[in-house]
């Protein structure tokens, strides 16, 4: 591989990687702080209520319709086809209001349902749909962000959506200290932590949004809007439906399984929450390099350059399973110290049972590397139906029976839900890696035609 690429692949991920972990360790640091001033009901009351919010965000925008924008403007972007940039910046910014404005009627509407539905009670629930509801409008302005980052993205400046979330990072801790710590009861730990999301996720938005504006990616004027022709939204849709759906399936089906182990009560449920937080580190290379090769696949399916293509997605799996299978080994040697910052009390049932759900994820690790780069990369290609259809396949026929049966039923620890994780990313990983190599292998022979009619 020439170093032209490398380059490209480096200066695409780095950032990508660099967000996904400033996120990530948000997520933990925030939790943390709640769990040490709340308990368990506090981190079990904002954990199901976030998990409603972000799989709906993450369906409808995160591997939704930005997917598509992704997808579609590195290939622009590849082929210097200015005219169709512009269009799908403009689309992208109209979505991007419109996402905000249903996210906000939606929950307003439905958060008590939703909860309800998720197993939420008594205080649980209470608390539940306070939190909802602080947060509503920060929920909206994380779909814009989102939207506008995937312009950036497409283009190959990752930057940009970096230092968004820099801001976001630094004001969420900073307000996370001086209130979500200093709490003193249930309400106050919850009313804390609505008010340090929507600081961060206000500031965040603002930055990007201005910076837009002021230092257009693309030279897309905004009074061009009225030139938007149907085709190109038909094409945006085509492309970011199979990808919503893909993620909608698999967060349903995780959704569900995490009501089964809701069940159980709010131990076994907080346990699997705090290890899938700590996990959250171990899985940024994979989706940092599983972007970056859905718009660097993107740029030279557009350029024309078959070789690279190949070349760049196993160049992004080779690196995202490489530093996964490290933070694996973390998993196995120190499981106890990882989660040992959740909870005052380092002899909590809820942390033993962290850890060794966390010591049986080191299992998966390389499996998710290599399921995120390639699913990242058949995107590129604009094939977003084939990550969609192994999605149900390992997500709705081999996960959620299995914990329907051994955790429902049977009535097994929750560890067991982490056995038929890594036994559903095994299967996930394979199945993509042959799709990929069969698509790929088209490609020489419909001289670039569109892979995702094949």
């Given at each position: 591989?020439?170093?032209?690429?490398?380059?490209?692949?480096?200066?695409?991920?780095?950032?990508?990687?660099?967000?996904?972990?400033?996120?990530?360790?948000?997520?933990?640091?925030?939790?943390?702080?709640?769990?040490?001033?709340?308990?368990?009901?506090?981190?079990?009351?904002?954990?199901?209520?976030?998990?409603?919010?972000?799989?709906?965000?993450?369906?409808?925008?995160?591997?939704?319709?930005?997917?598509?924008?992704?997808?579609?403007?590195?290939?622009?972007?590849?082929?210097?086809?200015?005219?169709?940039?512009?269009?799908?910046?403009?689309?992208?910014?109209?979505?991007?209001?419109?996402?905000?404005?249903?996210?906000?009627?939606?929950?307003?509407?439905?958060?008590?349902?939703?909860?309800?539905?998720?197993?939420?009670?008594?205080?649980?629930?209470?608390?539940?749909?306070?939190?909802?509801?602080?947060?509503?409008?920060?929920?909206?302005?994380?779909?814009?962000?989102?939207?506008?980052?995937?312009?950036?993205?497409?283009?190959?400046?990752?930057?940009?959506?970096?230092?968004?979330?820099?801001?976001?990072?630094?004001?969420?801790?900073?307000?996370?200290?001086?209130?979500?710590?200093?709490?003193?009861?249930?309400?106050?730990?919850?009313?804390?932590?609505?008010?340090?999301?929507?600081?961060?996720?206000?500031?965040?938005?603002?930055?990007?949004?201005?910076?837009?504006?002021?230092?257009?990616?693309?030279?897309?004027?905004?009074?061009?809007i009225v030139n938007i022709k149907l085709k190109d939204i038909y094409e945006l849709i085509r492309l970011s439906i199979p990808s919503s759906l893909e993620e909608a399936f698999y967060s349903i089906s995780r959704l569900l399984g995490n009501i089964i182990i809701m069940y159980q009560g709010s131990i076994p449920y907080a346990a699997n929450e705090i290890a899938n937080s700590v996990e959250g580190i171990s899985v940024m290379p994979g989706i940092g390099f599983g972007?970056?090769?859905?718009?660097?696949?993107?740029?030279?399916?557009?350029?024309?350059?078959?070789?690279?293509?190949?070349?760049?997605?196993?160049?992004?799996?080779?690196?995202?399973?490489?530093?996964?299978?490290?933070?694996?080994?973390?998993?196995?040697?120190?499981?106890?110290?990882?989660?040992?910052?959740?909870?005052?009390?380092?002899?909590?049932?809820?942390?033993?049972?962290?850890?060794?759900?966390?010591?049986?994820?080191?299992?998966?690790?390389?499996?998710?590397?290599?399921?995120?780069?390639?699913?990242?990369?058949?995107?590129?290609?604009?094939?977003?139906?084939?990550?969609?259809?192994?999605?149900?396949?390992?997500?709705?026929?081999?996960?959620?029976?299995?914990?329907?049966?051994?955790?429902?039923?049977?009535?097994?620890?929750?560890?067991?839900?982490?056995?038929?994780?890594?036994?559903?990313?095994?299967?996930?990983?394979?199945?993509?890696?042959?799709?990929?190599?069969?698509?790929?292998?088209?490609?020489?022979?419909?001289?670039?035609?569109?892979?995702?009619?094949?």
């Amino acid at each position: 591989m020439n170093s032209k690429i490398k380059y490209r692949i480096m200066e695409t991920s780095i950032p990508l990687i660099t967000q996904i972990t400033l996120t990530t360790l948000m997520g933990i640091i925030d939790l943390m702080m709640i769990g040490y001033s709340g308990g368990n009901k506090a981190v079990s009351t904002i954990s199901l209520s976030l998990s409603f919010i972000q799989v709906i965000i993450t369906i409808i925008a995160s591997s939704g319709f930005s997917v598509g924008v992704i997808s579609l403007i590195s290939r622009y972007y590849g082929n210097r086809n200015e005219k169709k940039m512009e269009a799908l910046c403009n689309i992208s910014l109209i979505l991007g209001v419109l996402l905000a404005l249903v996210i906000c009627l939606f929950f307003k509407f439905f958060s008590r349902s939703l909860l309800i539905f998720g197993g939420a009670k008594k205080e649980v629930l209470i608390y539940g749909e306070y939190y909802i509801n602080l947060i509503i409008t920060a929920s909206g302005l994380q779909c814009l962000l989102i939207m506008v980052s995937s312009i950036y993205i497409g283009i190959g400046n990752t930057k940009i959506p970096l230092t968004a979330n820099f801001f976001i990072f630094i004001t969420k801790i900073l307000t996370g200290y001086l209130l979500i710590v200093k709490s003193r009861s249930f309400h106050e730990v919850v009313w804390s932590a609505g008010v340090s999301y929507n600081a961060a996720y206000g500031i965040g938005t603002a930055f990007i949004v201005l910076h837009y504006f002021i230092h257009p990616p693309v030279k897309a004027d905004i009074k061009n809007i009225v030139n938007i022709k149907l085709k190109d939204i038909y094409e945006l849709i085509r492309l970011s439906i199979p990808s919503s759906l893909e993620e909608a399936f698999y967060s349903i089906s995780r959704l569900l399984g995490n009501i089964i182990i809701m069940y159980q009560g709010s131990i076994p449920y907080a346990a699997n929450e705090i290890a899938n937080s700590v996990e959250g580190i171990s899985v940024m290379p994979g989706i940092g390099f599983g972007i970056a090769a859905t718009s660097i696949v993107g740029m030279y399916f557009g350029e024309k350059k078959r070789k690279e293509i190949k070349l760049s997605a196993d160049y992004c799996a080779f690196w995202a399973a490489l530093l996964m299978t490290v933070c694996s080994v973390f998993f196995l040697l120190i499981p106890e110290f990882l989660v040992s910052s959740f909870s005052r009390n380092n002899k909590d049932e809820m942390l033993e049972l962290a850890s060794k759900c966390l010591m049986i994820g080191a299992l998966e690790q390389p499996f998710i590397a290599l399921s995120s780069v390639y699913a990242g990369a058949l995107k590129g290609l604009g094939d977003t139906k084939s990550p969609m259809i192994v999605s149900i396949f390992t997500g709705w026929i081999i996960r959620l029976p299995l914990i329907y049966h051994f955790i429902l039923i049977k009535n097994y620890s929750v560890i067991a839900v982490w056995w038929i994780t890594a036994l559903q990313w095994a299967a996930d990983a394979l199945c993509l890696i042959i799709i990929f190599k069969y698509k790929y292998g088209k490609i020489k022979n419909v001289a670039y035609r569109k892979i995702a009619n094949f």
